[in-house]
Structures are given as C-alpha cells and as structure tokens.
C-alpha cells in the first residue's frame, strides 16, 4: 500500500466539486466536526433566515406571518423540500414532532392497518427510542404482538412471515454505521403481507434514496443531523401516497383536521399528509430547517455519496498507517457499500479517548460500551481534515494524553 502523504490530500480538496458548500457552514475555529451524524453544524444562511423571521415576520407583522408569511404551511411546505432527498412524492411527506413521536404514529397507523396479525420485528440494535416506542404501542395495546428483535438483519427471511404486521427497523444503524438493504426486506415483508416503517435518521442528507418506487409503507427521521437544521429541529415522517387517504393516526390534534379553523366538535381527519400533524408547529425550529434545507437544493447526492465514500475510506486506511497499533477495531461495516456516512471504532478507552480529542478540537461522540463514531460529513469536511484528525489522534495514543484523569469524568450526554 502506497503511504498517503498530506500533500496529495490538499490536491483532492482542490478538485472536490463540492468544496464550495464548506462556506455555507459557520465552522468555529480550530474545530474538526465528526459529530454532523449527531447535530450538523450550523448554515450561515440559517442566522440570517432566524433573524429575519424574529425581527420581521414576528416582531412586526406578530399573529398575521401564520398567513403572510406562510408559517401555517411550513409543515407540508419543507416536506416537499425533504422528499427529493427520500426518493418521495410531493405530499408524501411532512415536517412534525419529533423522530420519536412521528414512529409512534406511524406505528400505530401500520398496526391499525394490519390488525388481525401478531408479530412486529424489528433489530436489538435499533435505536433505543424506537425499541422503547414500540414497547409503549405495544403496552396501550394491551401487549397484543410479540415483539421479536433480531440480532442482525442479514438474515431478516428468517424471521419474517404471514403472522408478521410490520417490520420496523433502522436504514443505517446509528451504532455500526452499517446500512439494511432497505430494498431486500421492503420486497420480502410486502410478500409476506407485513408492512415497513423505516428510520431515515442517519441516512436523509448523504445517501440517494428511493422510497416511493420501492413501495415503502412509512418512515420517520431527523432534520438535525446530516440536514442540519439544529437543536431539537423537527422530525420528518413519510407515508406512501396509495395509503394516506386510507391511514388513520392517533394523536388526533387540531391541525390534522381537514378545517381546524372550523373549531368543530368532532375530529374529521385531513385526507391529505397533514393528518399527521397534531398541534402548533415551533415556528423559530422550522425556519432553521427551511434554510438548511436551502442549501440541497442544487446538490447532487450521488456526488455526497461519492465524496463520503472516498472520505470514509480515507479516515480507515489512515488509521491503519498512523494509528495501527493502537488497538483501534473497525466496528463498522469494512465494504463501502454496507457503510453509511460514520465509521465507528472499538477501543477499551473509547470514552477518554475521544473526550481527549474533543479538548484538542477533533468533535466525535461516544457511544456504549465502547466505541468511538466519527461522522462523515461531505458537505463542509475536507480529505485534510481527516488527516489533521488522525494524526491528532496518533499523538494523543503516543503520549498518553487521553489516561488523564479530566477525561474520565462521565458527562451526562455522550
Ligand atoms: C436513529 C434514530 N432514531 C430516532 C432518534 C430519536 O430522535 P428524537 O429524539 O428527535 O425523537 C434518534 C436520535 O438521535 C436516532 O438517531
């Protein structure tokens, strides 16, 4: 193997055809982020759209921006934004609640659909939030199905069959970084009579994706990752168009009636996405979503997915060179093609570990037991970055900087 030199990283970073989007982020200084697969940094058009819409739309046009500037809209408007990037159709999808609360919806719409059948599958390795969503659906239905979660989906025919009502699992496992073959198992649940509900959250933003040709039921995910749309941003939930008119959810809010400014005494759902809304949408939130999702307009996503690739196998094959006898264990998939956009390692001192890297600017998270997540983020990082990290992190290893007691300290978010 060639040794990669940091020179002919500077000359990829120059023919990236994505370098331009670098600027539309505010990077602080001195920072290296692996943590846009957590919470993406935060898009320069963004500071100006917030100020703007506290300054104009509320400060002074106040109650009259739900109409003038179309607030009222903003949950089906950047839906449609969202589903270019899903594979989806206009008014597939919509912008409401949280990830979490958007699963309990969709799995109960899933359930109801299915009624007469016992089992949802899903992965141990899921999301602990989905796994805990499914236990509570399960729980107000008086524990109905079995619940059966595999340990790996590889050999998800085994598992699925007519008893099955809906197979719910992630695209790409926050842990592993590995991606399901979201086709494969959409086609062989649908053979078996079983419906899908998909977690997006790692995957909208950094891989193509082709939701409504496949055929997939429902899915949820998050806008604060890889879209970049901040803190707490709201959560995306799709659902295929031959199924609105048919579906029914349960939290039966105002604004998923089809004339909330009706004030009627009985709930009459929309027909339309907007019955999955429920109540008022975080209007600041979703204006932070709006320009994030600004920037994807132009954006080929066969291009970030090209760029993530390259980069994710740059960060492995440098660790290799720099940082081989360190003890670091791949944990995430090794073929580019079962790997998301992070790359996950094992190491018995993962947490102070990255907490050293953290102090030194080089921002990844921790995940237990013990494992270390590096998210790739196309958009704003660089072939240079990757190896500023790595050779950080082979000083770090060398000196013993991470056995400091400061770096043990368990912070409560990891
Ligand atoms: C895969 C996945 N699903 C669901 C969630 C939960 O999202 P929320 O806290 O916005 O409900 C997360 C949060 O990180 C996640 O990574």
Redo the contacts with the bound molecule.
């Keep these: 193997m060639n040794k990669i030199k940091l020179a002919d990283l500077k000359h990829l970073d120059k023919q990236d055809p994505l370098s331009k989007y670098r600027e539309e982020f505010f990077l602080p200084k001195n920072t290296i982020y692996f943590d846009g ?2 919470l993406g940094p935060v898009p320069t058009k963004t500071i100006k759209n917030l100020n703007k819409t506290i300054n104009e739309e509320w400060g002074k046009d106040l109650i009259n921006s739900w109409n003038k500037a179309n607030w009222i809209n903003l949950p089906q408007t950047l839906g449609d934004k969202i589903a270019p990037l899903l594979g989806a159709k206009s008014g597939e999808v919509v912008v409401v ?7 309990f919806k969709v799995l109960t719409s899933a359930l109801r659909l299915n009624k007469n059948r016992k089992k949802v599958v899903s992965e141990s390795t ?2 602990p ?2 796994l805990y969503i499914l236990e509570g659906v399960n729980g107000m239905l008086n524990n109905h199905y079995e619940c059966q979660l595999i340990d790996d989906d590889i050999n998800f025919e085994k598992y699925i069959d007519s008893s099955t009502a809906v197979v719910m699992l ?1 695209h ?3 842990k592993t970084g590995r991606i399901s073959d979201m086709k494969k198992i959409t086609d062989y649940a649908h053979q078996q009579g079983a419906l899908v509900v998909w ?4 995957s909208v933003g950094v891989i193509p994706m082709d939701l409504h040709n496949i055929g997939v039921d429902f899915a ?3 806008t ?2 890889h879209l970049n749309g901040g803190p ?2 709201p ?1 995306f939930l799709y659902v295929h168009s031959d199924l609105i008119e048919i579906v029914s959810q349960p939290l039966s809010g105002w604004l998923g009636h089809s004339d909330p400014f009706a004030f009627e005494t009985k709930y009459t759902p929309a027909n339309n996405i907007n019955k999955f809304i429920c109540g008022t949408p975080s209007i600041l939130s979703y204006k932070a979503v709006e320009s994030a999702l600004d920037i994807f307009d132009e954006i080929s996503l066969e291009q970030v997915r090209e760029k993530s690739i390259q980069l994710s196998e740059l960060f492995i094959k440098l660790i290799q060179q720099e940082c081989g006898d360190f003890g670091f264990e791949l944990f995430s998939p090794i073929d580019a093609a079962h790997r998301g956009s992070q790359i996950s390692y094992k190491h018995e001192n993962a947490y102070p570990i990255m907490q050293s890297l953290i102090s030194r600017g080089i921002i990844g998270d921790y995940r237990e037991p013990n494992i270390l997540r590096f998210g790739i983020s196309p958009l704003y990082m660089r072939h240079e970055d990757v190896w500023s990290a790595i050779i950080c992190l082979k000083n770090i290893m060398q000196s013993n900087e991470w056995d400091s007691s400061n770096f043990k300290i368990r912070n409560y978010v990891t």
């Design positions: 697969n957590s609640d949280s990830t979490s609360l958007n699963l899921n999301f939030s989905d992630s790409i496992n926050y977690d997006l959250s790692h949820v995910g998050c604060y990752k707490g941003a959560g």
